[in-house]
């Protein structure tokens, strides 16, 4: 069993920057893809990046592209989510998930086939 625990939501202004982490316990975590998604009140939970797990490539939906970067270390079992030039649209409950299947980068930005997921950080970006 996996537990995740995300942290690092806050109240930011935009074009502000924030780094949210995602901690791994229970096990270890080294060969498990990892991906951030995150839910806007109202909306459904979208796909926001993905690190696949031997860590060689990541991925990002088109609107974080360029100012979100994913990274995991090993070391300490984390995930981190470098948000930087945040957007009021980029509010909303983060969630990292993890998946044990080794699926591929592409198949990573699908809900579908996460076995773990951290219970979420709030992450409000005021205009």
């Known amino acids: 069993q996996v537990r995740l625990v995300e942290s690092g939501g806050r109240l930011v202004q935009a074009g502000g920057s924030l780094r949210l982490s995602c901690a791994a316990s229970?096990?270890?975590?080294?060969?498990?893809?990892m991906g951030w998604f995150r839910q806007a009140p109202g909306k459904e939970r979208e796909f926001v990046s993905a690190i696949n797990w031997s860590g060689g490539s990541t991925y990002y939906a088109d609107s974080v592209k360029g100012r979100f970067t994913i990274s995991r270390d090993i070391t300490d079992n984390t995930v981190y989510l470098q948000m930087n030039s945040l957007k009021s649209e980029d509010t909303a409950i983060y969630y990292c998930?993890?998946?044990?299947?080794?699926?591929?980068?592409?198949?990573?930005?699908?809900?579908?086939?996460?076995?773990?997921w951290g219970q979420g950080t709030q992450v409000t970006v005021s205009s």
């Open positions: 998930a993890a998946d044990r299947a080794r699926r591929t980068i592409g198949q990573l930005t699908t809900e579908i086939g996460y076995d773990y």
């Open positions: 229970g096990r270890t975590f080294s060969n498990y893809g």
